[in-house]
C-alpha cells in the first residue's frame, strides 16, 4: 500500500520561441518517462500553460525523493536534455515548490 500522496505545485518558464517544440515533445513522451515518474513514487503530473508559463502540479510520495531517485536515470536526463532546450531558466526558483496559499477545506 503507498503512503500519504503530496501535491507540489512548480512554476517554470519556456523560451518564447520554444512553446510549440516544447508541446511536441510532449505529444510523443517516451514510454520509460512515465515508468520512471511512477517508479520513484509520482501518481500524476500535469503541466498547464500561460503564454511562456508552465505551472505543473504534481502528486508523489515525497518530492525530494523522486528528484533524487530522477537524478542519476540516463532515460530522464535524455528527456530533460530534449525539452530542456526550450526553457528559460533563468526564471528564479524555477523547479521549486510554490508555497500553498489556500486549499478548500474538507467538509
Known amino acids: 500500500m503507498r503512503g500519504v500522496l503530496v501535491r507540489v505545485a512548480i512554476h517554470t518558464r519556456?523560451?518564447?520561441?520554444?512553446?510549440t517544440g516544447y508541446e511536441q515533445a510532449h505529444d510523443d513522451i517516451?514510454?520509460?518517462i512515465p515508468e520512471l515518474l511512477r517508479a520513484g513514487g509520482c501518481t500524476a503530473w500535469t503541466i498547464w500553460r500561460n503564454g511562456v508559463d508552465l505551472f505543473h502540479l504534481v502528486e508523489c510520495e515525497d518530492w525530494e525523493a523522486l528528484r533524487a531517485f530522477l537524478a542519476d536515470k540516463d532515460d530522464d536526463r535524455a528527456w530533460q536534455a530534449r525539452v530542456g532546450v526550450f526553457r528559460d531558466f533563468s526564471l528564479v526558483g524555477g523547479d521549486q515548490p510554490l508555497p500553498m496559499i489556500?486549499?478548500?477545506?474538507?467538509g
Open 14 to 19: 519556456l523560451k518564447p520561441e520554444g512553446v
Open 102 to 106: 489556500f486549499e478548500l477545506p474538507e
Open 30 to 32: 517516451p514510454p520509460e
